[in-house]
């Protein structure tokens, strides 16, 4: 099984601090995602990635960043951290064969003050 | 833009019976993946089945099956035999385009033994 790891659970931040989330894949897959989860509001694609340094918005990029400088890890940024991006944050890595699965990290809770 | 929607943010259902969670979804494509997520209190999101929109065929693993109305836009998880470790969030969720998913709110399942 492909395992995805992220670079802690629970993260506490201020307000204005430049803030790292990081994934790693330990297999070659090229799809890698950045979701933010909120109560109500089920997952939010924020970027997304087809293969190394490529990079795409998804519906909320406002606010954030991300590399993708090897294939197998997949940063999230935050160049300047706000209360309202206090949230969880879920990567995940999908396949490109025709079952179009993602499958997703044990998520980063952060709380930004 | 499509949608996900699932109109019930809590179900409860006493333990070894059976409960049905909706979810209807909006689009204009013809060819299109369905999936259901579990996401236990721990937090790591996992897959629960996927429905490929050209199968007739209902999906079915072990307990959980789907009811699929391809005409209605509607695509409801059927678990049978409920058990307490199936309490969690379930997300519907639909695949656009090349690899994008988008979600539903989630329901809340209660297990009651």
């Known amino acids: 099984d492909v395992k995805v790891t992220q670079s802690s659970r629970y993260l506490v931040k201020r307000t204005g601090e430049k803030v790292f989330l990081e994934c790693v894949q330990d297999m070659d897959h090229e799809n890698m995602f950045w979701y933010r989860q909120d109560p109500g509001l089920g997952l939010r694609l924020i970027y997304f990635s087809y293969d190394v340094k490529m990079k795409e918005k998804g519906d909320i990029p406002e606010g954030y960043s991300v590399s993708r400088e090897k294939k197998e890890r997949f940063s999230l940024i935050l160049e300047s951290a706000s209360t309202n991006q206090t949230s969880m944050y879920l990567c995940a890595w999908g396949t490109g064969t025709t079952l179009r699965t993602q499958y997703f990290g044990p998520g980063t809770r952060l709380l930004v003050l | 833009a499509q949608t996900v929607t699932q109109s019930q943010p809590e ?6 019976e059976t409960v049905t969670l909706s979810c209807t979804y909006d689009t204009s494509e013809s060819d299109y993946y369905l999936f259901w997520y579990k996401q236990p209190p721990s937090r790591q999101m996992i897959l629960v089945i996927r429905q490929e929109a050209y ?6 693993e072990n307990r959980f099956s789907v ?3 391809k005409a209605a836009k509607s695509f409801s998880l059927k678990i049978s035999d409920s058990q307490l470790g199936d309490a969690a969030m379930y997300f519907c969720a639909y695949k656009r385009g090349a690899q994008k998913l988008v979600f539903g709110q989630g329901t809340r399942l209660t297990i009651n033994p």
């Open chain 2, 55 to 60: 199968k007739q065929q209902n999906a079915t």
């Open chain 2, 11 to 16: 179900m409860s259902v006493q333990e070894a």
């Open chain 2, 67 to 69: 009811n699929f109305q």
